[in-house]
């Protein structure tokens, strides 16, 4: 059988302060702190879409998230190591964290087919059959060379059955425990998946059985797959307190301004999303007063900036009306300052969630942002319901919007 895996890294974490139940926390990685809470941009293929490394370096996020499943595609995890892991490879030498498959195994639902050692499915690229489960999970996270790195786990989509369910959080243990012993590098830390759906016992069941193999940090896993945000928030709230105050807690695939607001509230201290991009690229661009639908008619000379308050260089430079015209026009352009906007957005949002936390002022501060962005998004419904191009575009939009959790879902 094979030998003794070494031991986990210590991350060290650093509890700054605690305002109710949020918290400001820094912890330390192979390659440098990570401040929270925070927001980790999806890096799908090993590149933030759109955005360049000199831009990438002025938005400074504490962790950059890249995907197994793509990376083991394309270029292959080898090709990524020898050309000296994530950090070599993109340029990025900040801390890194890779997911392990597991959600693109599940969601893309390339008719796999689930066994106790993992799931075989076939390439969305070219049907090739792909081998994933704890054991390949971890041997290409570990050629990736990420700092933060994930347990292979079982994600349903929701609605699912209590028995489905119950099965899943049972086998997402036996593999994280099978991660823990397949780990042959001590500077990675290895998160497990907290699974179970809404069923608050059932979260409790996963995190008590993943607590016991002692992991560096926790993940709550399997929401924002649709269940709605009143169920997601419920089962934040119930899952959180679970976890170890001593250990990073990390929100998977959760990026709406208001979900991050109400779950750093809860206690959780990272994030990642596809949402700052994906709306980016759409046009969809948030400010403190509400997603703006730049494509919308009401934009064509609207000489104000996106987001006043934003420090970003689109908000700095550019009107509304020009933003409107890349957009409308097709301008590569469009997708960078998009993205670019949206990106800042979120990072100032969780930056300012810290600093509120370590002033003792969250709550107010949850509650000011709260207020103006809803205000805002009714705006626009109203404004919206006064013009029938509009509401076209808007349906469009929606449609095309899927869940957070990956770049590479069909649009
Ligand atoms: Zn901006």
Redesign the pocket.
């Known amino acids: 059988m094979s030998s003794t895996p070494p031991p986990h890294p210590d991350l060290a974490l650093a509890l700054e302060a605690s305002d109710g139940g949020a918290r400001a926390t820094t912890f330390m990685t192979a390659h440098g702190p990570v401040r929270t809470p925070t927001f980790m941009p999806v890096a799908t293929k090993g590149s933030l879409k759109g955005i360049t490394h000199a831009q990438l370096e002025r938005l400074a996020p504490d962790v950059m998230l890249a995907n197994t499943y793509h990376l083991h595609l394309r270029p292959g995890e080898a090709t990524v190591r020898d050309l000296g892991g994530l950090h070599g490879f993109t340029g990025w030498q900040g801390p890194w964290i890779t997911d392990s498959g597991g959600y693109q195994v599940f969601s893309l639902d390339h008719r796999a087919t689930l066994d106790e050692e993992g799931v075989t499915l076939r390439s969305h690229l070219d049907g090739a059959p792909v081998r994933l489960g704890p054991r390949e999970a971890m041997a290409i996270q570990e050629s990736l060379g990420a700092d933060l790195i994930m347990a292979f786990d079982h994600c349903l989509a929701l609605p699912a059955s209590r028995e489905a369910l119950e099965a899943a959080v049972h086998r997402t243990t036996r593999w994280t425990a099978a991660c823990a012993a397949a780990r042959t590098r001590s500077d990675q830390a290895l998160f497990g998946i907290v699974q179970g759906g809404t069923d608050p016992a059932l979260r409790a069941l996963s995190a008590e059985a993943l607590l016991a193999l002692d992991l560096p940090g926790y993940a709550i896993g399997g929401l924002a797959v649709g269940e709605g945000g009143q169920a997601m928030r419920a089962a934040v709230e119930a899952t959180t307190p679970l976890l170890p105050a001593a250990k990073p807690r990390y929100l998977m695939g959760v990026g709406q301004p208001l979900d991050l607001i109400d779950a750093i509230a809860a206690g959780v201290d990272m994030f990642d999303c596809v949402l700052p991009t994906r709306n980016g690229r759409r046009g969809w661009?948030w400010?403190r007063d509400g997603t703006v639908r730049i494509g919308a008619r009401l934009h064509a000379k609207d000489d104000a900036?996106?987001?006043a308050e934003?420090?970003?260089?689109?908000?700095?430079t550019h009107s509304r009306g020009y933003l409107r015209h890349l957009f409308k026009t097709g301008e590569h352009t469009a997708v960078t300052l998009g993205s670019?906007?949206?990106l800042?957005?979120l990072f100032e949002l969780v930056r300012g969630a810290r600093t509120a936390i370590l002033a003792g002022t969250y709550t107010a501060f949850a509650a000011a942002f709260r207020a103006r962005f809803e205000a805002g998004e009714r705006a626009w419904q109203e404004a919206h319901a006064r013009d029938p191009e509009a509401a076209f575009r808007s349906r469009e939009a929606n449609r095309a919007r899927g869940t957070g959790h990956s770049e590479a879902e069909p649009a």
């Open positions: 661009l400010t900036p996106l987001d934003c420090r970003c260089e689109v908000c700095r670019l906007h949206n800042t957005f």
